[in-house]
């Protein structure tokens, strides 16, 4: 099983560099990307032992929140194909939005309010979902189409 990193790489200049260093990774977002703003947007990472990104988001630096972690055996074009049909959100006015889910100050209370008819587009091909959250970790599960949350300490992904 596969773990991969959702980095919001907006949450800190450093992140952008450190993902582009990782061997298996690709932005959430589709198409050309203006390059005064990529250093800005959500990457997933595949999170390989003895990366410097697995190493970060498996650190004390979880708790900064810098991005969300999940677990899959389908190979990283395909989680991020599924997940990118959740970049976008519908207001009430009907405006859309983009859907900041990789912050984990979103995730966590979008998902455990989430409607359970949408949660299947969110597990799908994706068993588990990490997110640092007060001091500790928060890892979600689809069990039986029901949302499961444990509380992990200390506070790292994975």
């Not at 450093?14 to 061997?23: E, N, S």
């Not at 390059?35 to 990366?51: F, M, W």
């Not at 969110?122 to 949302?147: N, S």
Request: with cysteine; charged share 20%; glycine share 8%.
């Amino acid at each position: 099983m596969a773990l991969y990193g959702l980095v919001d790489c907006a949450a800190d200049p450093g992140l952008y560099p450190m993902v582009c260093r990782a061997p298996a990774r690709q932005s959430l977002f589709a198409g050309v990307i203006d390059p005064d703003l990529v250093g800005a947007t959500p990457h997933i990472v595949r999170l390989d032992d003895g990366e410097e990104i697995t190493r970060l988001l498996q650190g004390p630096d979880w708790a900064r929140n810098l991005g969300i972690v999940c677990a899959s055996d389908a190979p990283l074009g395909a989680v991020r194909r599924q997940l990118r049909y959740n970049l976008q959100a519908r207001l009430p006015n009907a405006q859309v939005v983009l859907f900041r889910f990789y912050d984990p100050r979103v995730w966590v209370p979008y998902i455990e309010n989430c409607d359970p008819g949408a949660l299947p587009g969110w597990f799908g091909q994706i068993t588990d979902y990490w997110a640092p959250h007060q001091g500790r970790t928060l890892r979600y599960r689809l069990h039986e189409g029901a949302l499961m949350r444990q509380a992990l300490q200390p506070a790292r992904a994975g």
